[in-house]
């Protein structure tokens, strides 16, 4: 596979944050997701999944199929109708006040904001639906990433396990104003936070939603289930620490 195909000069010169839409993942976007891999190189998808991967696999694909918008959850970037970023939650069954973070950012994207973007939209998204911390893997080699989250969580140690570094997340970040309305991105008033659309009370889970089967390793930016990090926000119904 050819890495880093870019279909327009938008993609990299003439485009910036401003002409980014922000929205749920949906059904009809698998094919875009097929052809942002291509706009992905080997390090990235390395950095996200851990492994020397040449696209994105087959399985994380498959697994966008499930999503009920409440346990597990993605947010798409898009510009001229194509994907170049993707955020996403999985609850963790055994303190559903907690999720694993992951983010994906196409090559020519990166270090221009659009993960931060992602993030604070999903996280008061995931807010809403009563989630107040997240969980998040780097791999050490992985800087940008590692400097990008200092940015949001100044104070944040990892627990390291070998080149991996697991971070225990507040959402919100305790260093953050109370109103952090995202300059530039365009929302789609669809399903998505206070920062990224007008304000929503908390949400009850949809009609025959139910917990993931267990905790689900997402890799790159997030997830796992090792030993907990201190700290973190309660689960306002158990009293228990995310």
């Known amino acids: 596979m050819t890495q880093l195909a870019v279909a327009s000069p938008r993609f990299t010169r003439s485009a910036s944050v401003d002409d980014v839409r922000i929205r749920p993942y949906g059904a009809h976007d698998e094919q875009r997701l097929l052809r942002m891999s291509r706009r992905l190189s080997r390090r990235s998808l390395y950095h996200r999944f851990f492994a020397g991967v040449p696209h994105l696999p087959d399985g994380y694909v498959r697994s966008l199929r499930t999503l009920d918008h409440w346990d597990r959850e993605a947010i798409v970037a898009v510009l001229d109708g194509e994907l170049i970023g993707v955020a996403e939650y999985i609850r963790d069954t055994a303190r559903p006040c907690r999720a694993d973070l992951a983010v994906l950012v196409a090559d020519a994207w990166q270090r221009k904001g659009l993960a931060r973007i992602l993030v604070t939209c999903l996280g008061d998204l995931a807010l809403r639906r009563r989630i107040t911390a997240f969980r998040a893997d780097l791999l050490l080699e992985n800087g940008e990433a590692l400097a990008a989250l ?36 365009q929302p789609e008033i669809l399903d998505l936070p206070r920062s990224c659309a007008p304000a929503r009370s908390p949400e ?36 228990r620490q995310c």
């Not at 089967?213 to 700290?231: I, L």
């Open 150 to 185: 200092r940015t949001m969580w100044p104070a944040a140690r990892p627990v390291w396990d070998g080149n991996t570094a697991r971070f225990h997340l507040p959402w919100p970040p305790p260093e953050a104003p109370a109103d952090r309305a995202v300059p530039g991105v």
């Open 204 to 239: 009850s889970p949809p009609e025959g939603a139910k917990h993931v089967e267990g905790a689900h390793r997402t890799g790159g930016h997030g997830a796992g289930t090792a030993a907990d990090a201190p700290g973190g926000a309660a689960d306002p119904a158990t009293g």
